[in-house]
């Protein structure tokens, strides 16, 4: 087993491991350390099975069924499937999910606290997932921005990203916005938070999650999202996972900004995602 630090601000890469490692304790142990400390645990090239990956997460915590249960597994509700692939003519995935810089689910009152990814069917040449550290973005914050947003909450919500669906055909876009408010309600989050694994604040929002924050007028809220977007996005401080064959990801998701990349024309890509709440 090799483990390398994959830059300076987040991300532990293990390699040279397989299932039977993994169900060790004590090596389990430190891949969570790892994810806890920094974010984000890259084991390479490590087969699973829907039920192997399903027993690995109930390991690690409790696995929730996916928001949207449209793109469940068939056999496996904890799975969400995100793949650009069909079987019979249809979908077996959710096609260009998280194409933007998010944390997972902020838009829920109590998003899960671990995202696990798997590579069931992935291209080495596109489709890449971007991370950065929401902890760095906040250290990179000026000053005068650091003092303003202390104490501020943010209201968070999916209306800007609900795919469109059979139940909204013939709707108006202010009444397909308003149904799907209805479906997910706004939740508040404060904007700075507490790491309590690391002791560090960090960065809680963006701009396809977030209505606003409260205390910035229009004006200021874009302003706030168009600094968030130049931090997370600085040369440097972002970490491009070019996948290999199943590989398998764990994130912590509200200190963890990330952003699947486009996938080239004709090119297969399909991942299997389980969200983590704490066991």
Not at 135 to 143: E, F, H, T
Not at 174 to 184: D, G, L, P, S, T
Request: charged share 20%.
């Amino acid at each position: 087993m090799n483990v390398t630090d994959l830059n300076p601000y987040l991300g532990t890469e293990y390699t040279g491991l397989t299932y039977d490692d993994l169900r060790s304790p004590q090596l389990l142990d430190q891949i969570m350390d790892s994810v806890h400390r920094r974010d984000l645990a890259v084991i390479r090239s490590i087969e699973l099975t829907p039920d192997q990956q399903i027993a690995l997460a109930r390991r690690v915590g409790r696995p929730v069924p996916f928001v949207l249960s449209d793109w469940r597994h068939p056999d496996h509700e904890e799975i969400m499937v995100s793949s650009n692939e069909t079987r019979d003519g249809r979908p077996i995935g959710i096609p260009r999910v998280g194409s933007f810089w998010h944390q997972d689910s902020s838009y829920l009152k109590d998003p899960a606290p671990y995202t696990m990814l798997h590579g069931v069917n992935v291209p080495g040449t596109s489709g890449h997932t971007r991370f950065a550290s929401a902890a760095d973005v906040y250290d990179r914050l000026p000053g005068r921005w650091k003092a303003r947003l202390a104490g501020l909450t943010g209201s968070h919500t999916l209306t800007k990203q609900q795919r469109i669906g059979p139940e909204h055909v013939g709707l108006s876009i202010a009444e397909m916005k308003a149904q799907v408010a209805a479906e997910y309600p706004a939740v508040h989050h404060p904007v700075v938070r507490h790491d309590p694994h690391t002791g560090r604040l960090f960065l809680y929002g963006c701009r396809e999650y977030m209505e606003g924050v409260a205390g910035l007028d229009p004006n200021d809220t874009e302003a706030f999202f168009d600094l968030v977007d130049s931090l997370v996005e600085e040369a440097g401080h972002v970490y491009t996972h070019r996948w290999t064959g199943n590989d398998l990801l764990i994130w912590k998701t509200m200190t963890t900004y990330h952003v699947a990349t486009p996938v080239a024309p004709g090119v297969s890509r399909t991942v299997h995602r389980i969200s983590i709440e704490a066991a």
